[in-house]
């Protein structure tokens, strides 16, 4: 079955520096890639996803790239603020998110020092 | 509208005894998932419904847990003879045909 690696597992960067969360996946049939943001205590919430037609998606400071060939995808925050300081898990599936599993990563636990 | 909920928000239970947890999904939702989350760590995949039926139920870790959903709706998870390993956050989310899942706020279970 599939399975998602990710790293770092804990980041910590100064206001304003950029972040990048990295995550590979095993199985070449995946095709929906959702990063999740969780605050402490709270559930996960979707910031970002992309789907396996597309290389590069962006939204304001949140950017992900996907590179196929390789099996990786990376999350991207630019202009980090101290709101940004969570966990963000990154998630694969192979059915398109609607209709099937995510398998997620482990998580990276995100700093953001003011 | 209202978002995805679960209850209770939290149960503390003794070891060996059955426990319930509900998920009442987003309205109009067909899919609907169940994800463990132990303490520091991702989320693990237990059981996805479409409709009423369950395709896929590989990550239900035992034969002490279940699932079931009725009228496409509400679904409960059931775990027997829970074990201190059992321990979690258990998260529901849904989703529509082709959109993104969304998460309830969990229920955190603690046996001892």
């Known amino acids: 079955g599939e399975n998602v690696e990710q790293h770092p597992s804990t980041l910590s960067v100064q206001e304003g520096d950029s972040a990048v969360i990295k995550c590979t996946y095993s199985?070449?049939?995946?095709?929906?890639f959702p990063w999740y943001k969780q605050e402490l205590g709270k559930r996960p919430q979707l910031i970002i996803d992309?789907?396996?037609?597309?290389g590069e998606k962006k939204d304001q400071r949140i950017a992900v790239t996907l590179n196929k060939t390789a099996k990786h995808f990376s999350l991207h925050i630019t202009e980090t603020q101290p709101e940004d300081s969570a966990v963000y898990f990154c998630?694969?599936?192979?059915?398109?998110?609607?209709?099937?599993?995510?398998?997620f990563g482990k998580g990276t636990k995100l700093s953001v020092k003011p | 509208g209202a978002g995805v909920s679960q209850s209770p928000s939290n149960k503390v239970t003794e070891k060996g005894k059955d426990v319930e947890l509900r998920c009442d999904p987003i309205s109009g939702h067909t899919a609907l998932y169940w994800y463990r989350q132990s303490l520091g760590q991702g989320l693990e995949f237990l059981i996805y419904f479409q409709g009423n039926s369950a395709p896929d139920k590989s990550g239900l870790p035992s034969d002490r847990f279940s699932a079931e959903r009725t009228g496409g709706s509400v679904s409960t998870l059931t775990i027997q003879r829970t074990q201190q390993e059992d321990s979690a956050v258990y998260l529901c989310?849904?989703?529509?045909?082709?959109?993104?899942?969304?998460f309830g706020p969990g229920t955190r279970l603690t046996v001892l």
């Open positions: 992309i789907r396996s037609n597309v």
């Open positions: 199985d070449s049939a995946s095709n929906y």
């Open positions: 989310a849904s989703s529509q045909l082709a959109g993104e899942q969304f």
């Open positions: 998630a694969a599936s192979l059915h398109g998110g609607s209709q099937g599993n995510l398998i």
